[in-house]
């Protein structure tokens, strides 16, 4: 156990429709990034948060949006959703933002 | 950019037999770098990073990996495998104001 909880779980919804992805980093950690593992790509970094703030951006898509709350617990939005959307999302946490990054068990989206 | 190549896909090896997965980096400095492994429908677990110091690294689950940088590698090692290491494998590699980039993966099967 990584300490990092994600829920939930698993996730079936329809295209078109939007769902909202949680993430609690571990105890003490101020980064939060997301990650989406699709057969075809591989594992993309998609977003971080460092104690609120945007730090970074990758590959993430203008349907999709994160945020990182005041108690450091982080959602990951994506809307109009798509066949292609139907991933593993994964967030992570480190204590800074050049430490080593401990992964959840994930999210399993898939869109019908 | 960084990048990291695991020129194996999948790898099968006999219970008890040796192991190792290669992983090249391509940066210009030493990057931070490690590997992950993610069993049948879970998360990442990380199995051992390398910062610096000593390149012979030892993980969990008995595995270690030993940075060359004259090579640009950081292989991992198991001397004998387990059912349990059945997996899939990722290098991944980050550097300052990098993100964490990770390799295509390796996968292993592990026969009797």
């Known amino acids: 156990d990584s300490g990092v909880t994600q829920t939930p779980k698993h996730l079936i919804t329809a295209t078109g429709q939007r769902v909202t992805l949680r993430c609690s980093p571990r105890s003490g950690d101020l980064s939060v990034y997301w990650y989406q593992q699709s057969l075809d790509q591989g594992l993309q970094f998609l977003i971080q948060y460092y104690n609120g703030e945007e730090r970074a951006k990758g590959n993430i898509l203008e349907r999709f949006s994160a945020q990182q709350f005041p108690d450091l617990h982080s959602e990951l939005n994506l809307s109009s959703l798509e066949l292609g959307d139907s991933a593993l999302y994964f967030c992570a946490s480190s204590v800074g933002e050049e430490n080593t990054i401990y992964f959840g068990e994930g999210s399993w989206l898939t869109v019908v | 950019a960084q990048s990291v190549t695991q020129p194996d896909i999948h790898i099968t090896v006999s219970e008890g037999a040796s192991l190792e997965l290669r992983c090249n980096y391509s940066y210009g400095a030493t990057p931070y770098l490690f590997w992950y492994v993610q069993s049948p429908g879970q998360g990442l677990q990380l199995l051992l990073k390398?910062?610096?110091?000593?390149?012979l690294v030892q993980g969990i689950k008995g595995f270690e990996a030993e940075f060359k940088r004259s090579q640009s590698s950081f292989n991992l090692r198991k001397p004998s495998v387990h059912w349990s290491d059945a997996a899939e494998y990722f290098c991944?590699?980050?550097?300052?104001?990098?993100?964490?980039?990770f390799g295509t993966g390796t996968r292993l099967t592990i026969i009797p």
């Open positions: 390398y910062f610096s110091g000593d390149t």
């Open positions: 991944a590699l980050y550097f300052g104001n990098e993100k964490l980039t």
